[in-house]
Nanobody, 120 residues
Framework: QVQLVESGGGLVQAGGSLNLSCAAS????????MGWFRQAPGREREFVAR????????YYTDSVKGRFTISRDNAKNTVYLQMNSLKPEDTAVYYC?????????????WGQGAQVTVSS
């Protein structure tokens, strides 16, 4: 059973920084890509960033490029999201994500979420 546990959320002023962590268990961490999503009140969950198994490739949604950095430590089974120059519109619950695809069917796994609140 895959388990994802986020930490590091909190309240920060605009322009500040936060670093989210996600500890994974239940599968061989280094075998799978990892991602971060977020969901603001009244909005759908949206993709934020993704990192490949060996950290060779990263992807970001346009609104966070140049401000957020996703990274992973396979020895610690942990993925991180360093968030700099935070804006009020970054306020959301941030979810760690991984998935498996078997015979064309994708199954997503999610953490419980970490609240990030950016005050103006």
């Amino acid at each position: 059973q895959v388990q994802l546990v986020e930490s590091g959320g909190g309240l920060v002023q605009a322009g500040g920084s936060l670093n989210l962590s996600c500890a994974a268990s239940g599968r061989t961490f280094s075998d799978y890509a990892m991602g971060w999503f977020r969901q603001a009140p009244g909005r759908e969950r949206e993709f934020v960033a993704r990192i490949s198994r060996r950290s060779t490739t990263t992807y970001y949604t346009d609104s966070v490029k140049g401000r957020f950095t996703i990274s992973r430590d396979n020895a610690k089974n942990t993925v991180y999201l360093q968030m700099n120059s935070l804006k009020p519109e970054d306020t959301a619950v941030y979810y760690c994500n991984t998935w498996k695809t078997i015979m064309g069917t994708r199954t997503d796994y999610w953490g419980q979420g970490a609240q990030v609140t950016v005050s103006s």
